[in-house]
């Protein structure tokens, strides 16, 4: 139950004018929108409301999306010529949706997709915000796919490799700037913080000038740097759960008061801890910032793996070869590889001899001998 303030569905505060009540299982509930209110309806009514017990440290869901008028236009074979992998009847796509925030959203995504009839695979990826998905196309089409997502609170469009990368530069660029913010700030502070401990500022006079001035440049570092702690703290207030910035944020508000406190009374002898709450900034979103690098390198490494694979092949029937998708391919399927080709498929050679480059398994750049009963791997 989420507290009488914030929206039972998403967790954002409701203002005054914007109160939507409605019964959900005979009970009153209060919400920001009548597309949260909607979309918790459609949760109950599937049976998934255990998806709000699910929500770890606080996390606030997405209000829904505005409902979109013209999904229908995915349904065009044209259209899904340009993101739509074709198997016969059956398709796949991998979608993006900025929405995805947490394990709970992972598991509504894949209850909610398992319930259509005609979907053959649901699979989300948390890491990246993707959901891939194989449906049968003569059971349901991929406009009803995309409302049904919509009914449940998450926007998907087909992913695009450029928008996503562009999204994950703006967020480094974004926790760049506040750890940039906290450096300066953390090299200023220490000046004064010098001038402190040395003695140099011994007189009260001068030492409460010095603390004011560290309380200024800890108050904006705070605000700016520590902005992602503080959030995720306020979050999991709301929420009534304990996440890792809950902690982070009460050790750094704990430090800034008490500083703030002997800053404002001068009688009091204590020292001010300014610098050390900068500095514990500092370090945190350094932290942060390259596990960020660390992700996106992975991300772009399993992105270039990918792209290293053919996507059609060129398969044998009855000494007659035809081009068609990797992905129809199955087992005991023969291919023909010209020279200079990339292996489509890990097999077997059934027949013939060459040289296959492997550096992009082994590193080694000197090419490796391929004859009738080796094994061979796809990219190479």
């Known amino acids: 139950m989420k507290p009488a303030d914030t929206c039972f569905h998403c967790g954002q505060a409701i203002p005054k004018a914007d109160l939507v009540l409605k019964s959900i299982k005979g009970k009153t509930q209060k919400f920001c929108c009548n597309g949260c209110a909607s979309v918790c309806d459609v949760i109950y009514e599937a049976g998934m409301e255990s998806f ?16 979109n008028k013209d999904i229908e236009f995915f349904d ?20 993006m949706s900025e929405a995805i925030h947490c394990a709970a959203c992972v598991w509504l995504i ?51 490799p450029s928008a996503s990368e ?18 300066f700030a953390m090299m200023n502070v220490m000046w004064f913080s010098v001038a402190l401990y ?61 500083s703030l406190w002997v800053t404002i009374d001068p009688s009091h002898s204590g020292d001010v801890y300014f610098d050390t709450l900068i500095d514990f900034m500092f ?13 996106n390198k992975a991300i772009d490494a399993s992105r270039r793996l990918m792209d290293l694979q053919p996507k059609v092949a060129r398969k044998l029937v009855d000494n007659v070869q035809s081009v068609v998708p990797v992905r129809t391919l199955l087992k005991g399927d023969a291919i023909v590889v010209k020279p200079g080709e990339k292996i489509p498929v890990d097999g077997f050679v059934k027949k013939g001899q060459s040289m296959v480059n492997e550096s992009m398994l082994s590193g080694e750049s000197k090419e490796v001998s391929k004859k009738q009963g080796d094994s061979v791997i796809a990219g190479t």
Do not use: C
Request: net charge positive; hydrophobic share 40%.
């Open 110 to 160: 894949e209850h909610t997709l398992a319930k259509i009839d005609g979907i053959l695979l649901a699979r989300v990826n948390f890491t990246n915000k993707q959901i891939k998905i194989r449906w049968d196309n003569s059971k349901v089409k991929l406009s009803e796919i995309i409302k049904a997502l919509n009914s449940v609170g998450y926007d998907a469009n087909p992913y695009d």
């Open 52 to 67: 709000y017990k699910r929500t770890p440290n606080g996390e606030l869901l997405a209000p829904p999306p505005p409902p």
């Open 76 to 95: 065009y074979d044209e259209v899904q010529s340009q993101f739509v992998d074709h198997l016969a009847d059956k398709r796949e796509i991998t979608l």
């Open 198 to 258: 040395s003695g140099a500022a011994a007189d009260a006079e001068y030492r409460n000038y010095f603390h004011w001035l560290e309380f200024i440049i800890a108050t904006i570092a705070l605000g700016y740097s520590g902005q992602p702690f503080l959030k995720g703290a306020w979050t999991s207030i709301r929420s009534k759960t304990v996440g890792m910035d809950l902690s982070i944020s009460l050790g750094m508000l704990t430090t800034y008061f008490y």
């Open 283 to 295: 370090l945190l979103l350094i932290g942060r910032y390259l596990e960020a690098i660390s992700k």
């Open 166 to 183: 562009e999204a994950y530069k703006k967020a480094n660029r974004d926790l760049l700037y506040r750890l940039a913010f906290a450096g």
